[in-house]
């Protein structure tokens, strides 16, 4: 096939795609075409894009690609969209981040670390699908840990979880922080969650190899 | 947040306590929060806190919320009881009869949760800067499956809410309902799982009582069950979804909707049907 043709395809697909869709999911409809090859044709797409100044370009988050307006049209976009733009309280921002990063926590551990009851807050991201409960901890009481959802790295334009910002490392304490008295911090361990990750984080990982940055 | 003046690190509350309104708490996302906003306005380490100049200060402040008629939540008073049992321990020279850790800095424990939360409150500002789908990008929409109407005002009900409905509706045919009779007819939830569809085949959305009651005609206990587990049913099987709406406190109101469920196929839920019959 002509390797112009098979960029138009993948620029159909890609703008018809409801969702972020994955380079190996394209990969599937095009003759002679792999995942890498099809990251490579995304590539180009978006070069094309800066070339004749599009006001779009593509993504690659959650694991696939999505065409996405550039954000110097956003205050245009927010009053045409039906939806009330989207909006993070400091305190939802805030608890998605320690989520994030601990994940999977418990609502106990949560506040733990902000100080204040998490309740409110947490009904308020899986409403909007931002995390999700992954299960219990096997502990007594056997309390419901959460983690981020999928919705999360689309919202926040990450193609997966070790793409978030890294964490600061407490110079202070320096690698004595397990070791301070936090029991209650130390004595959260990881691991000990029944229901592993769904597979759309598999997903991710899987496809994490040559990522090219979201556009530009 | 704003950085008010050091001697009036709370400027931003009595401003608009002046006006007389309710006020709101000036941006503090919980007593670290504040501790920590203090720590900046007195230009001050996290690592060696002057803790008896914080803690007073820290008690100005709550004395202010309540001043201004501030719910003062019980986390704030358990942060001022932790600085003043701190602000003692400073007082005491060190218990020799204590070895290690336990004699260290009282303030260790606090120092350690405050730099975790800053370290969250700063990667959460990292986040917030990024460019969010729905903020600042906008995906091209693709003809996904119909959004449902109004999302932002209702939730899905849970099976509680669900099973209260159904009781009250039992409840309500209850007294009325034809004395105990023997019916020859037989309902079957395959049945009534076609009925259902077929009414949202017709409308987007139908009140969970309108179906169970079938548009006002008189039905059976046992057509208000069957109906019941047909509903069940189809929502396990994910073809139809029940919805209801949120009033401004964000508590479930109202008539619980039924909607079929965008994302699956007709062809998905029939088979599924007959696997379970």
Redesign the interface.
């Known amino acids: 096939m002509e390797r112009d043709q098979q960029r138009r395809i993948v620029e159909a697909i890609?703008?018809?795609?409801?969702?972020p869709i994955s380079a190996a999911r394209i990969a599937e409809v095009l003759p002679r075409c792999n995942p890498s090859q099809v990251r490579t044709i995304v590539r180009d797409l978006n070069e094309e894009y800066v070339e004749r100044h599009s006001a779009?370009e593509i993504?690659e988050?959650a694991g696939g690609f999505?065409?996405?307006?550039?954000?110097e049209?956003?205050p245009y976009?927010?009053q045409i969209?039906k939806?009330?733009?989207?909006?993070?309280s400091?305190?939802a921002?805030?608890t998605?981040?320690?989520i994030?990063?601990r994940q999977p926590v418990t609502r106990a551990e949560l506040e733990?670390?902000?100080?204040?009851?998490a309740g409110a807050v947490l009904?308020s991201l899986l409403?909007r699908d931002l995390i999700r409960v992954a299960g219990h901890r096997e502990v007594p009481g056997r309390p419901i840990v959460y983690a981020t959802a999928r919705r999360f790295l689309?919202?926040?334009?990450l193609m997966k979880l070790a793409d978030?910002?890294a964490?600061?490392e407490?110079a202070?304490?320096g690698a004595g922080?397990d070791e301070?008295?936090?029991a209650s911090?130390a004595a959260a361990p990881e691991a000990e969650v029944l229901p592993p990750d769904d597979g759309s984080e598999a997903d991710v990982e899987s496809e994490a190899g040559a990522a090219p940055e979201p556009a530009l | 947040m704003s950085a008010p003046t050091p001697d009036a690190p709370w400027s931003a509350a009595s401003s608009s306590a002046a006006d007389g309104y309710a006020v709101k708490l000036p941006?503090f996302?919980?007593?670290?929060?504040l501790l920590l906003h203090l720590i900046r306005i007195n230009e001050v380490e996290?690592?060696d806190i002057p803790i008896a100049t914080i803690a007073e200060q820290y008690l100005q402040a709550l004395d202010l919320m309540r001043e201004l008629d501030l719910d003062v939540?019980g986390?704030y008073l358990l942060?001022a009881a932790t600085l003043a049992w701190i602000k003692s321990r400073m007082l005491l020279p060190p218990d020799p009869s204590e070895d290690g850790?336990e004699s260290g800095d009282p303030r260790?424990?606090l120092?350690?949760?405050l730099?975790?939360?800053q370290?969250?409150?700063?990667?959460?500002?990292?986040?917030?800067g990024?460019?969010?789908?729905?903020?600042?990008?906008?995906?091209?929409?693709?003809?996904?499956?119909e959004p449902i109407p109004d999302?932002?005002r209702e939730?899905e009900v849970g099976v509680f809410q669900l099973m209260e409905a159904f009781r009250q509706a039992m409840r309500r045919e209850g007294p009325r309902g034809v004395p105990h009779e023997v019916e020859a007819e037989t309902v079957t939830v395959r049945e009534r799982i076609l009925v259902v569809m077929q009414a949202l085949a017709q409308r987007d959305s139908c009140e969970f009582e309108e179906l169970l009651f079938e548009m006002g005609e008189r039905v059976s206990r046992a057509k208000l069950v069957t109906t019941f587990l047909a509903i069940l049913e189809l929502t396990r099987l994910e073809a139809i979804g029940l919805y209801q709406g949120l009033d401004e406190l964000?508590v479930p109101q109202g008539p619980i909707h039924i909607r079929r469920k965008g994302g699956v196929g007709e062809a998905s839920w029939m088979e599924r049907l007959s696997d379970l019959m």
Request: no cysteine.
């Open positions: 890609i703008l018809s795609s409801p969702e779009f993504w988050v999505q065409m996405r307006s550039l954000p049209f956003a976009l927010r969209q939806t009330r733009p989207l909006r993070l400091q305190a921002l805030e998605l981040a320690i994030a990063y733990q670390v902000r100080g204040v009851d009904r409403e689309e919202v926040f334009g978030l910002p964490l600061r407490v202070d304490l922080e301070e008295p936090v911090d | 941006l996302e919980g007593p670290l929060d996290i690592t939540a986390e942060l850790e260790a424990e120092v350690a949760r730099l975790e939360y370290r969250f409150k700063e990667v959460a500002q990292e986040l917030d990024r460019q969010l789908l729905g903020r600042d990008v906008f995906p091209a929409q693709g003809a996904g499956p999302a932002e939730i964000g």
